[in-house]
């Protein structure tokens, strides 16, 4: 039975991906014109509803206008715990977390709100489906730069991130080809290598490294060496943030995901700068591109994607499918249950064709 | 049984797509590196091989240095028919065709070549098919800038066209919505209408009009004066070069596609300036994109999608899978008989999540 | 002595350049921060003043925020006649002009705006000058996309309109070269080439033709020749909508700028494909790049000099220096009267460094 | 009395800056073309004359093809010292420096070379200077990225370095403004802030510290605070990576070139992100582009003026106007004497307009 809405609410949380403005956009404009409903947007996440009084934005059309080349998100996000760990100060001043999801439930409903939908990464739709499990009619938009959630074929952001890194790769390439220089672009990836192996086929990077892959050093040497004997006296190597060598770095650290480490002290490009240098004698240099992969006009895959992503989360909710998420599986848009999509990562799988494409060109993978 | 391989032939065919080179490089990387053959490329498709000499280039890891990034085709292509419909002049001077297949054969056997990669559209598919069945061991690598071909989800090329056209509709915004303007953006697409949708959701058009969907000029028209009696005294159409009118056009014509008709007289989108001009009276401009979304640095996904199937072409040939072609399918680079991928279109369906999206956005799709 | 301001008004006319809201940004920026004084926007030149009731935009701090990158202008323009020249409709319905000037300047008074900043190009500058003479305190910015205005050395928006000209010829290059074709490339320019000539030396154009040397078509058919001879199958031409042929246009007709032709009918790209086509059997093309060249983000030298002349604007009311306009010079801001700056026209002087330049590379420019 | 010139020498050194190939193809093209010399290329500065047997390169019209739009060098440059301090192994093995400026002449006369153009920064220039005082005909052409030599308005490379540093600035702003973050970008300027404030300027930057304004950390924090206070809780710093504080940082060292301090260790922008964070308690991250800003595609002013500058270098050769520099001088393209040109830094000084401009926006310089 579809449900009777007149009123939704829509939040954006965690890190930047090109695209967020564009879901927010899509959304509103089917909500209002494909569906009559009221919209209205959350600041920093649910602290909008949190806040006394409560900051809420009303998105009406001519809100949303221009946003589809709009970076960022106009609803902003915060890096404060979630209704479920909520930061509270005590009266000794010391702060504590409690669990303040009733509290955001019923704030919610006391705005008339019928559906809320959360764009957002893992931990966002981990606490979307908690919230469901509370009777929160909830519809879920994953974001995740890193394109690692294997509910979904793509992600936005991650095109225009990609983009990013092969511009640099392409910038980098000339001086290092000019100036006899191993140029090192680190990029994004502390678990998932796909900006890394994307933007390095896409940059014609000599080496890729992604934390899928431990990488054995003495490899990468080889390979530098190798181009230098054949007269070719640079080397470009694209690397994850997240990649570590096989052994010999004391500090790595497991991390919460199983089989993750922290990354490298810092930075592994700097570690491998001076492996590298050290090793041949070559001059090299590693750039970190860092925040830049993160902003600016999306891409025009990443409009596309995340507009069909905000039309697709107010279809959700008209149907009623509370408790699920948006996904691109195999050219469409699906709706699947959050419970399937949370914790599912989607690392690189080493058969993968990108993988094999790499290898095909001669690229070293760091095995 | 894997046959035996120690020399290849590649050539390129049919219009220009950014990528042309990006498949030459990672075929011919692939070919050396990962078996240790010989390639040779043939300029202007077969023609290099017709010509007295042979108009031969060898293909080794130097001449296909930098060729990642670089538009068009070091090979060239031709207008010329092919090797079976081959034009000859007679004694009298006057053009006729005949078919030189045979010759081809012989020729390209005489270089002790083994296998032929043919990177072109679906007539060139077709004669590849014509040519396997003769004999000649060949593997097809298609080529449409249009995505309109069914066996394969994407083609190299269409997303740097889509890229072109998206940044000339952001172009256009501006301006439009200063100086009040109707502004109408003619994109690629004699039968299909994937870029026209693709940049007119990636660009925020108001009305997308496509060779699928024949156009109701008072919808058109509907569009822009409801839009200005709303205050928005601008509107964008992108139109795809192959859209024409449900009715009232005398002398748009069949096409050989059966079902397909010749574009306008003088451009479609000369045609919509003037019915929209007589019908608001508002100022109307058309830009006519034309080549410019053939040419430049293929964009990354391009890149990524051209060498995935250079490697995978190299890779077919290997195997000897002759007669086959390579496509990717449902994120994966398979090969797919050239008897299925020639002449099976893939149109905008009306069905498809794109149309539905822009129905979702409100775009005014001519119906 | 300087003047006693509290509010200023500021309106922006003619044609689209890359830069407008950015000089509005600055001189809000300026006068508020820099002045305390207040700023009013007139719509459409001073239409926004004509209109009963006036249709005027408040601009404070953050109506302009993000305009530093938005193409267009959020104060729009008009095609209408200025107030010497404003249209009105007899009672019989028929439309004349009459003289509104005294009714403007009453208007503009009566809404205690102390200074009015009028941006456009040379035509609103003339009218700027005659309303000064009448005692509006008005200062200029000079728009003109074309950059041919003697009294500074450079306009904004021309260095965007040159990297969209410049980028469209990369995009032909390559397909050109694969496909042994002449691509024409038609921009703008009515009667300066500056454009042409600037984006014709920053392509790698073969030939350039610009209004101040009018072509001979012969020598533009030997050098396309002369290239395919010495085995270069390939021309870029780009050509300034305004340049025309010495001789054997009958249509050509003087316009109202002394000396000035009117284009060729249909346009100079489609006249020069012919002519090339049929004198040498040459596959010709012509892509017209139109309002693509006025759209768009500014570039950022367009937004430096943008920033600068809003700042300078605000500068000059406060100095007073009323019925001038602002100007770079030798790499400064000045101030020059208006009497000085209009109808002085920026020809491409055959002795300048990039006719010599062009020359010294080879390039035909007709002559 | 001109020259009799047959045969010319051209080399590259000093850092990579986007337009160095378009200045060797203006040069060839001119000289082969327009005088019809033969020219040849020494790799590596100097060292491609210097080794046995010598590491030449013939540049005809076919090698300089294509390089217009070609970042990087095609001629390399070295690190190593130049012919005065020319680094030699001594029989102990330990490297001592001599001087082999009279070997290097006598094997560049040996090559019935009759003049030389160098391309290369102010060290590069002044060895010029000093070859030319023992007889090497020779005529320079200046390179630096930064923009800071006094000689001529305007050096090639700056502008592609600025437009990169800008689109920086773009990317950072809206992720700085959805997430009410300092977004802090160092970019290149040792000694001249050029670079940061041009692209401060075009990305609308809030703060700009440049190395002629050593900066009050507490202005700096006083800006983020009162931006904070108005409700924006967001700020954009551009930072060149040789500014420093008045006071406070104890390892800043006095430079070779008097007044220079040495960067802070560890760069500027990571110690501006402690300093504002520790201030402000806001969350502040820096991205420093380091290479990026010296590779890739010359944008458009960028390759007109090393076409310029190429052209004009040969012409000089022509008129025998060795000792001589080429120079960009009020629009214009002028020869220099080089010791006019050398150790002549042009800073920002304080009174410059893009100063006043900065100011009028209300960004904070750091005073």
Not at 181 to 186: A, K, P, Q, S
Not at 190 to 218: F, K, N, T
């Amino acid at each position: 039975m579809r449900p009777n809405i007149r009123k939704i609410m829509v939040s954006t949380s965690g890190g930047d991906a090109p695209g967020l403005n564009a879901v927010i956009r899509a959304l509103v404009k089917r909500a209002i014109l494909g569906y009559g409903w009221e919209v209205v947007g959350s600041t920093a996440a649910y602290n909008g509803v949190m806040a006394d009084p409560m900051d809420l934005i009303p998105l009406d059309m001519e809100r949303v206008s221009g946003l589809l080349i709009q970076g960022g998100t106009i609803l902003g996000t915060t890096n404060r715990g979630g209704p479920f760990e909520f930061p509270v100060q005590g009266t000794d001043g010391q702060w504590t977390t409690e669990d303040r999801s009733e509290d955001l439930i019923k704030r919610i409903r006391s705005l008339e709100v019928d559906a809320v939908v959360s764009i957002g990464g893992e931990g966002s739709q981990a606490i979307s489906q908690k919230l469901f499990e509370k009777g929160l009619p909830i519809v879920g938009v994953p974001k995740t730069i890193d394109n690692d959630l294997s509910a979904t074929d793509m992600t936005f952001g991650f095109q225009t991130a990609v983009e990013t890194a092969t511009e640099a790769v392409d910038k980098l390439h000339t001086t290092a080809a000019s100036h006899n220089r191993v140029m090192i672009l680190e990029v994004m990836g502390r678990d998932a290598g796909w900006i890394a192996l994307a933007s390095g086929i896409a940059g014609g990077a000599d080496v890729i490294l992604i934390p899928e892959i431990p990488y054995d050093i003495a490899k990468v040497v080889e390979r530098v060496t190798t181009r230098q004997r054949g007269g070719i006296k640079f080397s470009i190597v694209v690397v994850a943030e997240g990649a570590y060598p096989k052994e010999g770095v004391p500090f790595a650290q497991e991390s919460n995901i199983v089989g993750r480490r922290q990354p490298i002290l810092g930075g592994v490009g700097r570690w491998l700068v001076k492996q590298i240098q050290e090793a041949t004698g070559h001059e090299t240099r590693v750039t970190v591109l860092g925040h830049l992969q993160r902003g600016g006009v999306p891409c025009p895959p990443d409009r596309i994607l995340a507009t069909q992503f905000g039309v697709a989360a107010a279809d959700l909710v008209a149907q009623g499918k509370f408790g699920h998420m948006v996904a691109l599986q195999n050219q469409n848009i699906v709706g699947v249950p959050l419970t399937e999509a949370i914790r599912q990562y989607k690392y690189v799988n080493l058969d993968h064709h990108l993988v094999h494409t790499a290898r095909g060109l001669g690229v070293c993978l760091g095995d």
